[in-house]
């Protein structure tokens, strides 16, 4: 099974390729080689895991994305007073090429538009162009993961055309703000913008940043952590030039853009994103590129002051019922089966709160150990809450398992609405829900039964009536009669046996071999499991009462096999022994009588 976070992304791109509004950045002539329909979306988690669509590994050139990590760069350089003194920290609300400089200093409101990168560039530790080159170079490097190379031709067509920038670069050095040579600068500001790098190069550069400044793949710092909300600040309020209000606005991501159609955008903690598709709106910023990033911030609520919650989601213990059995006294066939499957069944522990990074994680955990897995039981117990968004991922994978013959259950939420909810909000329709269960005993049991089930031989199996509790203590003779009466059925897996609010037919099910799990619907069309059943029991008994309408819907969890009992030929035969009836009507008591009692047990543990 695939991850629903990579499903996801892949609808996304899908949806989105028709997207081509845009032009492709002229005024650098070189810019418009680029194939409009390069369209790649990176996403790489605070652990290194990158999941990839599309164009993904096409190189192009990094232009204005390289601002933030320039700055970066002299901040670490610098330090933030002498760095301050020369570039502001206000949104100029100007498109990136404006020559906007403080009135009364010369400064250049911001470093993410060109007369203040082309000052921050200028800044960068070395007492020669080409020193301050290296160093520049190596910090790149570091936010990226490897050595960057620079594409020449667009380095040297945006030089032999940049007129533009050279009159910035001029009136820096006329306030005083560049003190060296402001060309030597240039030069380098637009070797700068011509490293060469991948949509998952940017993914990682951002991931750099979400990650307090540490590389999550390299494990490398490239900036010093006091830094680093520094630099995604001047990202959130003027990282997307004359767009950057209605950016923060809609999106609410530290984001930078750049002509050649990359954009980044940070999760702090969380994520890093690169998109790189090189058709660009009127303000100079990638046109699908945004609308994946206004997508991707409704769909995960990854806006920074969205109501998502704090992410603080960890996967506790993990561990399989060769560690934890369930704690029924298992016979010797089932315990030697247990020896050798038990392991297939695990236990995941989670705490805290649950948003898309952490469900990711353990999503991806449960895909790693998918392979040597028959069920999951995830303790919810100690979560503290699940966003809608993580529900409906856990929901999709839940769904994605199952296709591949693998449960996940829950357990412990039955009194904890803020996760029961959110689970059973995105249950679709026609979907039998989530199975959860009170404790991990009775959770571990079902688990062990659906192994039971898929066995060869099965080691629960019940061949005869006699080996029914309802036929405890009944003359041989008698069962053997009533036994000659059933008929015999087997059910597929997810097959209905019988449903909740039918009329009765006054059938009696003994099971042979399988699994059911007995079900009551819940007004919100999810299902809340009471038990599962298995080989030597038994349901519908309580047709033995003359009770005519089924109270709870019952469902194969296994292939199941069945032996029918009518109750109407039951009541023939014992017309002629009444002692039948009254050795079956006995058991029935005492079997109830245990429910009874075990009924009372909850009721008080949940009290
Ligand atoms: N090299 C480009 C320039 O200075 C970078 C601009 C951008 O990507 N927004 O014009």
Redesign the pocket.
Known sequence: MQSPIQTYLEDLHKSLVGLTAGEL?S??PELTKANPDWFGISLVTMDGVAYNVGDTGQLF???????PFVYATALADRGVETVSRKIGVEPSGDA??SISLDPQTGAPLNPMI?AG??ATTSLVAGDSAEAQWQRLSASMAAFVGRDLGIDDSVYHS?SAT?F??RAIAWMLKNFGIIDGDPMAALEN??RQ??FEVSCQDLACMAATLANGGVHPVTGRRALPAEHVERVLSVMATCGM?NYAGSWLFEVGMPAK????G?IIAVLPGRFGIGIFSPKLDAK?NSARGIEVCKRLSKDFSLHVFGRAGHPSMALGRVYSAIDAPSRRQPSSAMRSYLMEHARRIKYLCLHGYLAVDGIEYIIRKMLQMASDTHSFILDLHQVDGVSDCAARLLNEARLGFSRDGIAVVFTRIHARKSISQPLRRVSAKGDRGYLSFEDNDLAVEWCENRLFGEAAHSPVTAASLADFLLFKGMPLVLTLQVEAATTSQVYAIGEEIVTAGQAGDGRMYFIESGQVSVLVPLADGAHHRITSLSAGMNFGEMVLLGQTSRTATVCADTEVRCRILESRKLEQMAAESPLLKIILLENLAKDMANSLRRATQWIAALA
Do not use: L, W
């Open positions: 950045a005024y650098i050139t990094i232009q204005s994305v390289s601002k990136f090429n060109n990168a082309i945006e940049g533009r920038n500001y637009f913008c011509s030039y853009s750049g002509v050649g990359g100079g």
